[in-house]
Every structure is written in structure tokens, then in C-alpha cells.
């Protein structure tokens, strides 16, 4: 009789115990299920948000290049010349030609030495910069001189050539028609010369006077910004329709050639010659330019062939 009461309870502790573990695993199972979903649903918040930062980013992404693209070459141009000052204070102004690649920098020192074969950062460098003559003034068109010279080298005498190589460009007539304009900045200013002369010259030619009134005692020259421009026109391979007169402002690019006897001649230069846009006046797309049939031979003092 005790036999079969403790088999019977063996029975009901089994079946107890067999339940216990069938509602522990359904709960414990219904409890992973729940983790997999809480944690599915925090995956998605993280995953939207993440969206929501991705979609920010391209909209400040799109928003800096519309910013790019809204700048104006202007703008461009005055945070390279701002950036380049930053640099080297000596970087008193920007020069830029279409279609070249003169678009850099122009430095100034106390000298017309100094940055002979230096760069923006006053190392030495074979090809140099662009640079004004050291009594120039690069401010605004009020404060610039009759005549502003900017010197830089050429090494080929070719167009592709590199810094004032450029200026060679000048000697083809559909180019100098579609560019007529040089670009000078200042950190105030915006300044727009128009080209009148292409030429090549002798350094007999004072075409380097930088104000022409007090310098003619110096170089025992009477002349005139008139007088110069005239001369320039009658040297220059190019005839151009621009007029200049005594109370137009110059720029003068000034470069080495080799043209008239090569590197043992020194007395040798090739020189764009380009006037200040006066007030009221604007900027063409194209301007009248033809070739000049019969342009003035420099002179030099002795023979270099």
C-alpha cells in the first residue's frame, strides 16, 4: 500500500515539475522575444536618426557648394589675396588674365631685387613672382601712380611658357581681341586696365617711369603719359582702338625676351601696356585689334646676332 502512494507521488512531482519547466522556458522565451523587439525598436531610432543627421550633413554639404558656387570670381580672388597677405604681408595685390595662367599673387618690397628669384614665401625660386616696382602704390585708383610696373619672368619666349611666358599670348590677334582686360586687386579695390600695346623694346625706351612729371629730371627725359603710350603704340605688333591720355593711369607688364639675340642680349624687354578704365566707362566682350604692318624696331647699343 505505501508502494503505490509513494509511486503516486513521484507521478504528480513529475508532472509538476514538467510544467514548471514548460511556462519557465514559454516566459523566458516571450521575454527574449520582447528584448529582440525592444531592441530592434531601438535600433530603428538610432537608424532614423541617423538618417535625419546623414540628410542634415548633405544639406550643409549642398549648401557650402551652392556658397561655392554663389561666390563671385571677385570674392574668390580677394580671399586668395587675403589668405596670400596672411602668408607674406609683402603680398600687396592679385593679377589675373582670362585664359592665361597668370592669376596670383603680386608682391612688393623696398627693392626691385629682392623678389628677382623669390617666392610668396621668400624662398628662393628659379621661375620668382610677380612683382611691383618697389615706388609703386597698390591701393585703390586714387593712390596709384601714373604708371604701375609689375615685372616677372619668361623663359621661352613661348605662350605656354610659365609666369609673364603668358604675355606672349598677347601676340595673337584673336586672343587679344577676346581679352582685352587685365585684372589688378587690392584689398580695396578692384582694378581693370584695358590693353593698348604689345611690343618689343629697347631699355633706351622709358617706358618704366613710374610718374613721368617728377621723373624726367632723374632720367633727363622729358615725357608724358601720353608721350609714352604714343611711343608704346608705335612699337607695338597690335594696333588697338584705345585712346590714352595725360590723365590715364598705366599698367606696364614688364618681361625678359629673347627674340633680338638671345640670352647675351640684356638690353632687351617685352612690355603689355594696358590703361585704367576710366568712370562711366565699361568692359567689352571683344574689342578692335588688328595687326600692325610695320611696328618700331628696338635699338639696342651694339650688336647681339
Request: aromatic share 12%; with cysteine.
Amino acid at each position: 500500500m505505501q508502494f503505490f502512494k509513494n509511486e503516486l507521488m513521484r507521478k504528480i512531482l513529475s508532472f509538476v515539475l514538467t510544467a514548471g519547466m514548460i511556462l519557465s522556458f514559454s516566459a523566458c522565451n516571450n521575454l527574449n522575444n520582447n528584448d529582440s523587439s525592444k531592441s530592434s525598436s531601438e535600433s530603428s531610432l538610432p537608424n532614423s536618426q541617423n538618417n535625419k543627421n546623414n540628410s542634415s550633413s548633405e544639406e550643409n554639404s549642398n549648401d557650402s557648394q551652392s556658397s561655392e558656387k554663389n561666390m563671385t570670381v571677385d570674392d574668390s580672388i580677394r580671399s586668395k589675396l587675403k589668405d596670400a597677405n596672411a602668408i607674406n604681408s609683402d603680398a600687396v595685390g592679385w593679377i589675373k588674365i582670362p585664359n592665361t595662367k597668370i592669376n596670383n599673387e603680386i608682391l612688393q618690397s623696398t627693392d626691385n631685387d629682392f623678389y628677382l628669384r623669390r617666392d610668396i614665401s621668400k624662398e628662393y625660386n628659379w621661375y620668382g613672382c610677380y612683382y611691383a616696382d618697389y615706388e609703386c602704390v597698390l591701393k585703390d585708383r586714387n593712390s596709384l601712380k601714373p604708371n604701375t610696373i609689375i615685372y616677372g619672368h619668361n623663359m621661352d619666349d613661348k605662350p605656354s611658357g610659365e609666369k609673364f611666358g603668358q604675355l606672349f599670348n598677347y601676340l595673337n590677334v584673336d586672343f587679344a581681341k577676346k581679352n582685352p582686360y587685365i585684372y589688378v586687386y587690392t584689398p580695396s579695390d578692384k582694378l581693370v586696365f584695358q590693353v593698348f600695346a604689345v611690343y618689343y623694346t629697347d631699355i633706351g625706351f622709358q617706358y618704366h617711369l613710374i610718374d613721368p612729371a617728377k621723373d624726367t629730371a632723374k632720367f633727363n627725359n622729358k615725357m608724358t603719359i601720353k608721350d609714352i603710350a604714343d611711343e608704346a603704340k608705335k612699337r607695338s605688333q597690335l594696333v588697338y582702338d584705345v585712346d590714352v591720355n595725360d590723365n590715364d593711369k598705366l599698367l606696364t607688364l614688364s618681361t625678359c625676351t629673347y627674340k633680338y639675340g638671345g640670352e647675351k642680349n640684356e638690353e632687351q624687354r617685352f612690355v603689355v601696356q594696358a590703361r585704367l578704365l576710366r568712370e562711366g566707362e565699361t568692359e567689352q566682350e571683344s574689342v578692335s585689334v588688328k595687326k600692325n604692318p610695320k611696328p618700331k624696331e628696338p635699338v639696342f647699343s651694339k650688336e647681339y646676332e
